[in-house]
């Protein structure tokens, strides 16, 4: 009984995280524990923890810095893998590697998905010889990650710093929501940046999140706080089947949020005229069922989430409120990416095209913009899943083909009755 007691103690203390001061720090920045954030995330009493005792005879490194294990989401299995940033500002040890490679094992033989919580400063120097370059070391973690990519769900939490080659782990996800104020990656610092190159900038200029989701394209969602990051994982699993073998999930269908009956109104007959394409996807799609990813990168391509009739979809469409929704180099490696994500988990795809077709210029050539359309065009010829084109107005030059058009087999091509397409615009 003694021996019992002893262990639900130490439990205890390694469930408690670090040091008060550190738990006070984050509650300034309104950050949440770790464990927390695990409970917003999972279904109620659905967490079962492993390895909570590593690296206890250490003393101050409960858990070593990351909680890892399995629960629930509307009922159906996860794996989670959280850095306990009161713990040594979350940074990687030995076991922490340990524990996280073993997550990994365990979401692949579950065939579940993996959401990696990620709030880390980055490898212990002191740790480095026994984490860093074995074949067990952190190599093999991301390893992992490109084996499992497109075989079961990876999705990045990112709540604070993801540095150096830590910042590998949301890259290698499909997809990172990512909360304004506090969540960065970088492969260098500010400081290392003045010191090596002498260039001098801030953390939220170089790494922050809203850079990452507006300017490079590495976040997919911008969220104001934890518990909104913490929904929209829920929301965005809901839609995607637990590995690329499973079922897609089904729910009740609801009719769109709007008739189609207005459609000729919505969208004018003069090319030169600018709409809005989201209140066509909103007239096609279940009432409040569109996930938009990347909504404030390369703006001139919707890419996200849906249901018709209950079902999940994709929807890629051209937004004519941006540039005029011509393609270049960030929106076709927008459109690329988030194609090879419905494909690999079994998404039919639904093109809305009203395109001038792929942007022209020294600068866009420079920009590799005939590399960056061959891309999307080949995620296109590539895709498996049942696609649907409808051009809504035009489709003109290789735009057409980017957007899945006669050639490239798609199950239908439909066309609004005043629809052009054309080699040019007129």
């Not at 299995?77 to 500002?89: E, F, H, I, P, R």
């Not at 991301?142 to 910042?167: D, E, K």
């Not at 089904?250 to 809005?276: G, T």
Request: proline residues 5%.
């Amino acid at each position: 009984m003694k021996r019992g007691k002893d262990v639900e103690e130490k439990l205890q203390k390694v469930r408690a995280g670090g040091d008060a001061k550190y738990h006070e720090k984050a509650r300034e920045r309104g950050k949440l524990f770790c464990r927390d954030r695990i409970a917003r995330l999972l279904d109620e009493g659905s967490f079962v923890e492993d390895a909570a005792l590593a690296n206890s005879l250490a003393g101050d490194l409960p858990a070593d810095g990351v909680v890892t294990g399995t629960g629930r989401i509307n009922g159906r299995g996860v794996c989670v893998m959280a850095n306990d940033s009161t713990v040594k500002a979350g940074s990687w040890g030995a076991r922490t590697v340990e524990k996280i490679l073993r997550i990994q094992k365990q979401a692949e033989r579950l065939q579940v998905p993996l959401v990696y919580m990620v709030d880390s400063a980055g490898a212990r120097i002191t740790d480095q010889i026994q984490m860093f370059p074995g074949r067990r070391g952190a190599g093999l973690i991301f390893h992992n990650q490109v084996r499992m990519s497109g075989m079961l769900p990876q999705l990045c939490l990112l709540f604070g710093p993801s540095a150096a080659g830590g910042a590998y782990i949301p890259a290698f996800c499909d997809v990172v929501f990512m909360v304004e104020g506090n969540a960065s990656m970088y492969l260098g610092s500010p400081r290392m940046a003045e010191m090596v190159i002498g260039q001098k900038t801030t953390l939220e200029e170089m790494g922050g999140a809203k850079m990452h989701c507006s300017v490079s394209g590495c976040g997919d969602l911008l969220a104001k706080s934890e518990p909104e990051a913490i929904e929209a994982a829920r929301t965005y699993l809901s839609y995607l089947p637990q590995s690329c073998e499973g079922e897609l999930p089904v729910v009740d269908p609801v009719p769109p949020a709007a008739s189609c009956d207005d459609l000729e109104e919505l969208i004018p007959e003069q090319e030169n005229k600018l709409f809005d394409v989201r209140k066509v996807v909103e007239r096609i799609v279940d009432a409040d069922s569109f996930f938009q990813i990347k909504r404030l990168f390369a703006g001139e391509i919707l890419t996200g989430l849906a249901r018709i009739d209950g079902r999940p979809v994709g929807i890629v469409a051209n937004q004519p409120k941006v540039k005029g929704g011509v393609l270049f180099v960030d929106s076709a490696d927008k459109a690329a990416r988030f194609i090879g994500l419905c494909d690999a988990f079994g998404l039919p795809l639904v093109f809305l095209a009203d395109v001038p077709g792929f942007m022209i210029g020294k600068q866009v050539e420079r920009e590799g913009i005939i590399r960056a359309g061959a891309k999307m065009i080949m995620a296109v010829s590539s895709a498996t899943v049942p696609r649907i084109s409808v051009i809504l107005r035009k489709a003109y030059g290789a735009g057409l083909y980017a957007m899945s058009g006669p050639g490239f087999e798609p199950e239908a091509t439909l066309a609004l009755p005043s629809a052009m397409i054309a080699v040019m615009g007129p």
